[in-house]
């Protein structure tokens, strides 16, 4: 059977083909340098303004304070160092949870003198917003938090979380890269100042991303060199790249709302495929506050990367929620962080999917799944 | 991660898969930075192994070079199994790639702990019988 599922959309996505037909002409006779200012470079211009306007007008922001990037790990840099070496010192509150690019860069501020607080989530992977209130310091200069976790899905309160924030007249980051496109994002309700998102995730290209900057946010840049956006990010637009993401933009603006609503009944499907056809599996993350292609389960006493590897010759992609690098295998953190019992966090997997996902796809994964496990169940020595 | 196609046909389908009743040797290799455990069973004759079976937990190397060691440790007696290396294994399975090439030193562990356990018990009967 040559069967292919591809249930890993939180990694990549397929580019739209009305994506792919956006971009072409900026490969050939639109090549020009946006900066220049004779007629080719006008031409490229407009396509990267075009873009903006098309971001803009989804967030319902002005344009100008849309930043381009290279991808969501720029995006999340510039946000935090761009605050933080504005205030040259201060307290930083994030969660145990972020992805690494926010992560590590506020392990990076730490080792410059930057104080940090790591908030703890509960089972659900889900922040407490009193928490966060008793966190915040007289010195906290910035709250940098995911908007939902890319393992789990599971969703932040971001309505009270940024009201906390603003409320305290903290600098509010919110790293939308996997809910940006997915879910609706009130950038004014939510009180967000920093928003990174990304164009992988939502069927535009690789290598480009942006970040929301809230008129009169205090910050300075992180890559220094030319004048491109506005002296805020140095360096040649990807301007292909950009016009591809303003258009996968637009379309997400066109079908989000319609798509979300048949993810969760997809997602539905498969989850309570799996829940009634194999023994002692979890669902990880938020029972409804999710996003809507996201499902991430823990299979007992099975590993991971066994499941993935059975999967792959199915056909299927999904992913692993232990990653085994150099030799040693590390549960993921999230999930630890979640409370998740190893012997359940070794075998956690995630599936997720996305528009050219299909029920029959679902029922596919659900037939391969069952007989998969219980293979490997049985061949499983019983630990002393 | 790439895998060969001879390691993919032993995930695929694991030979001598599961336990044995009354087994005359029996041993564990484990890999604890991978949680990593492999169980042979070894049913002796004449000092050689006349079957072995095997059970698993880790990733897919880990289930395929156990099986892929099953067949090397068939036919072949204790004392050499005491000294089978891993490179054995690992060319059974057609390689490892870096990061998976203790799946190949587990099995092995397992096995030689499986010999000696065997030559073991063989010596109680023996001193039994005498």
Known sequence: MNRTVYLDHNASTPVHPEVVGAMLPYFGERFGNPSSVHGFGREAREGLETAREQVAHFLRVGKEEIVFTSGGTESDNMAIKGVAMARRQGHIITTRIEHHAVLRAVQYLETLGFGATYLDVDGHGMVDPDALRRAIRPDTILITMMHANSEIGTIQPARALGAIAREHGIPFHMDAVQTFGKVPIDLDAFHIDLLSFSGHKIYGPKGVAGLYIRKGTKMVSVQHGGEHERRRRAGTENVAGIVGLGKAVEIRGRDMAEEGVRLVGLRERLWEGLRCRVPEVRLNGHPTERVPGTLNVCFRHVESESIVLGLDLKGIGVSAGSACTSGNVEPSYVLVAMGVPLDWAMGAVRHSLGRSTTAEDIDYVIDCTEPLVAKLRAAMPARA | MRY?????????????????????????????????????????????????RFQAYGCGPTIATASAATEIAAGASLADLLEVPAEAVEAAVGGLPEARRHAAEVAVQGLRAAARDALGRAATRSEADA
């Open chain 2, 4 to 52: 060969s196609p001879a390691l993919i046909d032993h995930f695929r389908n694991p030979r001598n898969a599961g336990m044995m009743r009354d087994p005359d040797g029996v041993g564990e290799g484990e890999y604890r930075e991978c949680m990593d455990l492999v169980r042979f069973h070894l049913r002796v004759r004449q000092g050689r192994v006349l079957e072995a």
